[in-house]
């Protein structure tokens, strides 16, 4: 059985984190802040969440991030935060940053591909009750969620050997209850090394529930603390189980870096 970390360990880890002079705190979206709905434009973060990350927007030194594979529109209608939050969207591809918005120029043949994905999955979709399309920047999601689980393999199988056989060269993604083609091979790791970079991070917290996340614990130096929620492999260094927990984390989170910010300063 998977063992989840205990308030001592996490209260450690976050102690050790939190002294550096700027502090990156990413956080993936769905599952990690916001509980699982059946509609993506209803999910929010858990308010004891909501509350904790509009505290550390407003500390010194101290960026608060999103890092998630929901495309910069959807992230911002779901997230209801000040707007100096960064937002890093569909897998580390688009960038919402002081500046504005930063996307990945298409190609006519991005384009063309991109045409014959949709028409393939919204075909696949049409054909199997309960499933549907999510239109991306750079490509296309095919939801499950709404199906049985034996539907939602079967329909997964054919969707990622048709799109591979009829659509080659695209990037696939796994995640709960959603499989993406995608025409970028970006991924949250590559959100991270930017968003460090654009801060000017000492040190980052970062926690995610799903596969695609752990792309972003992989480049977490010794310095960063990594947390991954839910009970599958992982290698973060600490693990707890849910949102709820997140949020608790949270708070020791926003605790331990103003009680520094404000020592720092007085
Ligand atoms: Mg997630």
Do not use: C
Request: aromatic share 4%.
């Amino acid at each position: 059985m998977v063992q989840y970390s205990s308030e001592t360990e996490i209260a450690a880890a976050i102690d050790a984190l939190v002294a550096v002079p700027t502090l990156l705190i990413a956080l993936d979206f769905d599952g990690t802040l916001a509980p699982e709905v059946d509609d993506p434009l209803d999910a929010r973060a858990l308010p004891e969440a909501q509350e904790q990350l509009v505290r550390m927007l407003e500390l010194a030194d101290t960026r608060v991030a999103l890092i998630s594979g929901r495309a910069l529109d959807s992230l911002e209608h779901v997230a209801h935060l000040p707007s100096h939050v960064l937002f890093g969207g569909s897998h580390g591809l688009e960038y919402r940053l002081d500046e504005g918005d930063s996307v990945l120029p298409m190609s006519a043949e991005n384009t063309a591909a991109l045409e014959r994905l949709d028409a393939l999955l919204h075909e696949l979709a049409d054909s199997a009750e309960g499933s549907w399309v999510e239109l991306k920047p750079a490509g296309r999601a095919l939801h499950l969620r709404m199906m049985t689980l034996e539907d939602a393999e079967r329909l997964h199988a054919e969707a990622v050997a048709r799109v591979a056989a009829e659509i080659p060269g695209l990037t696939t993604r796994f995640g709960k209850n959603i499989v993406e083609f995608a025409i970028h091979d970006s991924h949250k790791g590559d959100a991270i090394d930017r968003l460090r970079e654009y801060v000017g991070a000492d040190a980052i917290f970062f926690a995610g529930d799903d596969t695609t996340d752990e792309d972003a614990i992989a480049v977490l130096g010794e310095n960063d603390l990594g947390v991954r929620v839910g009970d599958a492999p992982s290698a973060a260094r600490l693990r707890v189980a849910g949102t709820r927990e997140i949020a608790a984390l949270l708070m020791v989170l926003a605790d331990r870096r103003a009680a520094v910010v404000s020592a720092r300063t007085n």
